[in-house]
């Protein structure tokens, strides 16, 4: 079991950059792979972006491959998602969430934040 908890959103510009970052909870936090999802109003939650529980492995949605970084600290128990180059479209509820401890791909995540609003404007 973990606890999510999301932050770092806001209101940019279209081309202006943001981290968002995931603090977990628990003892073993470096076991957990950690994904990043969004949902914009009236569309599907749609996957965005992994990282596996090694941090030798990452995944990209191809909408946001070469503008988004996903990246951990375990000694901070915390996952970021360094969006540069934001377009209005990447505007949604991002979400955090992780799979069983050392889960491999494909992942079925069973842990999720309550997310953070990330608005871009045009």
């Known amino acids: 079991q973990v606890q999510l908890v999301e932050s770092g959103g806001g209101l940019v510009q279209a081309g202006d950059s943001l981290n968002v970052s995931c603090a977990a909870s628990g003892r073993t936090f470096s076991s957990y792979a950690m994904g990043w999802f969004r949902q914009a109003p009236g569309k599907e939650r749609e996957f965005v972006s992994a990282?596996?529980?090694?941090?030798?492995?990452?995944f990209y949605a191809d909408s946001v491959k070469g503008r988004f970084t996903i990246s951990r600290d375990n000694a901070k128990n915390t996952v970021y998602l360094q969006m540069n180059n934001l377009k209005p479209e990447d505007t949604a509820v991002y979400y955090c969430?992780?799979?069983?401890?050392?889960?491999?791909?494909?992942?079925?995540?069973?842990?999720w934040g309550r997310g953070t609003q990330v608005t871009v404007s045009s």
């Open positions: 990282i596996s529980w090694s941090g030798d492995s990452t």
């Open positions: 969430a992780a799979p069983p401890a050392f889960s491999r791909p494909p992942y079925d995540y069973h842990y």
